[in-house]
């Protein structure tokens, strides 16, 4: 199943930001995914404000693109620590990428879960990477690792932002300490 082609609507409102998807197979398997997640690692996401038929509605965010580089470096830990936290729970996000990267109530939070599945062996797909996991890299034209995460070459990532993404994997969280190092 091609999951990556499932675009979903994005609305900002009032009160909070509505996820639109299709009536498609495909459209209700990434909705329910989604909703599924944001229920299963509420300490991972933004708030779900309301979810229904096909949507979901979260509370409004702060992008961590939106913080001016200086201040966002301090969050990379953070982020680090909640995607090793995620893995730990038993689930790959499989985007992870500093656009589906918020800042609720000053704390790191994922969001756009679709793609997201149980793990399926020890070693974590969104830190190592889905050759090290014994994967297939999820997402289309996959980095040689198949973790979309600091790459350098994608034209939505901003992969330069914390620096560049190949390499070890130290390389690969701009040279911060991975936790317990
Ligand atoms: N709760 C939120 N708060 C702030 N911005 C959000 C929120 N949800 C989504 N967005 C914005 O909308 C964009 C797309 O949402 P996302 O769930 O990643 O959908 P897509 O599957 O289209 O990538 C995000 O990159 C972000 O900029
Ligand atoms: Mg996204």
Not at 36 to 47: E, G, I, M, S, V
Not at 151 to 168: F, Q
Request: contains cysteine; glycine residues 8%.
């Amino acid at each position: 199943m091609e999951l990556w082609r499932m675009k979903a609507d994005i609305i900002h409102s009032e009160h909070g930001v509505v996820k639109q998807w299709s009536d498609t197979r495909e459209g209700r398997m990434a909705w329910a995914t989604e909703v599924a997640r944001y229920h299963q690692l509420p300490w991972a996401t933004p708030p779900l404000v309301a979810w229904g038929d096909l949507y979901i509605v979260t509370e409004k965010c702060t992008p961590i693109l939106d913080v001016p580089l200086e201040l966002s470096y301090r969050y990379k830990g953070e982020l680090w620590n909640l995607i090793h936290r995620v893995n730990r729970a038993g689930v790959w996000h499989r985007d992870v990428c500093l656009v589906n990267v918020v800042l609720y109530d000053d704390k790191v939070r994922l969001i756009d879960w679709q793609a997201s599945i149980p793990a399926q062996t020890s070693v974590p797909y969104d830190i190592y990477g889905a050759r090290a996991a014994g994967q297939e890299g999820y997402l289309i034209d996959p980095p040689p690792d198949g973790v979309h995460w600091y790459r350098s070459d994608c034209g939505t990532c901003p992969a330069v932002y914390w620096g560049t993404g190949r390499g070890s994997t130290r390389e690969r969280n701009g040279g911060f300490p991975l936790p317990g190092e």
